[in-house]
């Protein structure tokens, strides 16, 4: 594998990515004491942050290793959704697939972090699933950036209400009348939506739960291999990619079947790791790497941002010199 080649290809990918964002918000400060009215931590705060967070995670991801993504979202006309507007110009983010709404309220996750340990997170949340005149404006949004010309459609789903049946099965339909690869980043409430997509890649806990089953796969692979079959025979998907955190990944398209062993890190946080995952593989797998290599490559990226504290995108360099270290080993 050419390493400079593959990275080069990555740079005139345009990638739709369609699903749930947010805010993620962090207050950082110090412990000294506890509370005299309760018996909790008094934080001296220190510093305060926003990052882009969900689906635009996914798309700082693709935009750091060089791409050019396309983010297509619902946020709540209020002070969140300014924010978050705010944020997306800060990062160069385009906002043309952004739909604002006075009916929805920006998802807003605010962490508290004290002595450097994460103590309370506070959750400022809509769940419910959108309006039919959203999913109207959604999917024409899609229809028109899709006729405008991506290399592929990312659907992330957080469980924030965008993600509907109707939205899902819709734009893998028009995604796949235009011959687009689909990949998804699944949660449980629309897990069976996924339809006759490219790649589905949900994490052991989502498998399980999705399914209703229950294995362990420390005592065998057998339990698992199955599920990922009945997952098959439901979906009608190309190609499984199953993050399976310290036991690496697994692969699997038709019957070759392949697992990449996790990689030996100083783990800090595990927030957004999901988001690397699925923005690596696609942009792998539009640069028409073979899915055992799309598992690889995306395994080690997920790995390295879990050594960051907070949501954070893939580092562009570090991934090419991982990659290129793995080679001479």
């Known amino acids: 594998m050419n390493v400079e080649a593959l990275f080069d290809k990555f740079n005139d990918k345009r990638i ?3 699903g749930d964002v947010m805010i993620d ?9 506890v509370s005299p009215e309760a018996p909790v931590p008094i934080v001296n705060l220190k510093k305060s942050e926003e990052r882009l967070g969900g689906a635009a995670n996914v798309a700082l991801n693709l935009l750091s290793l060089g791409a050019e993504p396309i983010l297509c979202a619902i ?3 209020d002070k969140g959704g300014g924010k978050f507007y705010q944020l997306l110009k800060a990062r160069d983010l385009s906002s043309e697939g952004m739909i604002k709404s006075g009916d929805r309220h920006t998802t807003i996750k605010t962490r508290v972090i004290g002595n450097n340990q994460h103590l309370l997170r506070i959750d400022e949340e809509e769940e419910a699933v959108i309006s039919a005149d959203l999913e109207h404006q ?7 950036l899709i006729a405008n010309g991506v290399d592929a459609v990312i659907l992330e789903d957080y469980n924030k209400g965008l993600l509907s049946p109707r939205v899902i099965s819709e734009v893998i339909a028009l995604a796949n009348a235009a011959g687009i690869p689909v990949t998804v980043d699944p949660k449980k409430d629309n897990f069976f939506a996924y339809k006759n997509v490219t790649l589905f890649k949900p ?8 399914l209703g089953v229950e294995f362990d796969i420390k005592e065998g692979k057998s339990g698992f291999e199955s599920a990922v079959v009945q997952l098959e025979s439901k979906l009608n998907n190309s190609i499984t ?10 692969v ?8 990449i062993p996790a990689h030996i890190r100083r783990i800090s946080d595990v927030s957004g790791a999901g988001d690397t995952v699925i923005a690596v593989a696609t942009l792998c797998l539009v640069a028409e790497l073979n899915p055992s290599q799309v598992a690889d490559i995306s395994n ?9 504290s907070g949501v954070v995108p893939i580092d562009r360099d570090q991934l090419k010199t991982e990659i290129l270290n793995l080679m001479k080993a």
Do not use: M, P, W
């Not at 918000?25 to 004491?33: E, F, H, K, M, Q």
């Not at 959604?138 to 028109?144: A, D, G, K, R, Y």
């Not at 994490?203 to 999705?210: A, Q, T, Y």
């Open 75 to 77: 946020v709540g006309d």
């Open 203 to 210: 994490n052991l806990k989502e498998l399980k739960e999705g």
């Open 300 to 308: 080690l990226a997920g790995g390295i941002v879990c050594e960051v």
């Open 25 to 33: 918000a962090y207050l950082r400060g110090d412990v000294t004491r």
């Open 241 to 250: 990619l199953v993050t399976l955190s310290e036991h690496g990944v697994f």
């Open 252 to 259: 699997k398209k038709q019957e070759k079947k392949d697992y």
């Open 16 to 18: 739709l990515v369609v």
């Open 138 to 144: 959604l999917i024409s949004h899609v229809s028109e």
